[in-house]
């Protein structure tokens, strides 16, 4: 019984006529439609974040750190504390500016 059923559904998935006919059908078409939307927002989304994450003077931060050898444990320290309060600073700004676009909409 239920190989029988797997086969009906092979046939119809193979079924070119079958095929077309669902594609041309609104539901099919708006579900298409709501995933174009959906992935092509991600991307959109994806890019800024990545941009926003390449300006980021946090990131160009740590990698200036990264380059210099620590004298001695205060200055480790020291570097640190101004690393987490530029990422601090970038944290709330980014909080503000989501917050804003939200508004806006």
């Given at each position: 019984?239920?190989?029988?059923?797997?086969?009906?559904?092979?046939?119809?998935?193979?079924?070119?006529?079958?095929?077309?006919?669902?594609?041309?059908?609104?539901?099919?078409?708006?579900?298409?439609?709501?995933?174009?939307?959906?992935?092509?927002?991600?991307q959109?989304?994806?890019?800024?974040?990545?941009?926003?994450?390449?300006?980021?003077?946090?990131?160009?931060?740590?990698?200036?750190?990264?380059?210099?050898?620590?004298?001695?444990?205060?200055?480790?320290?020291n570097?640190?504390?101004?690393?987490?309060?530029?990422?601090?600073?970038?944290?709330?700004d980014?909080?503000?500016?989501?917050?804003?676009?939200?508004?806006?909409?």
């Amino acid at each position: 019984m239920v190989v029988a059923g797997l086969l009906w559904i092979m046939y119809l998935i193979n079924n070119l006529q079958v095929i077309e006919k669902l594609a041309e059908s609104r539901p099919i078409r708006r579900a298409a439609q709501i995933t174009a939307y959906a992935l092509t927002k991600a991307q959109i989304i994806g890019r800024d974040t990545s941009d926003r994450v390449m300006r980021s003077q946090t990131l160009r931060q740590v990698r200036q750190e990264a380059g210099r050898v620590p004298d001695d444990l205060e200055e480790v320290s020291n570097r640190l504390r101004r690393v987490r309060e530029t990422f601090v600073k970038e944290v709330k700004d980014g909080w503000k500016e989501g917050s804003t676009r939200i508004k806006k909409r």
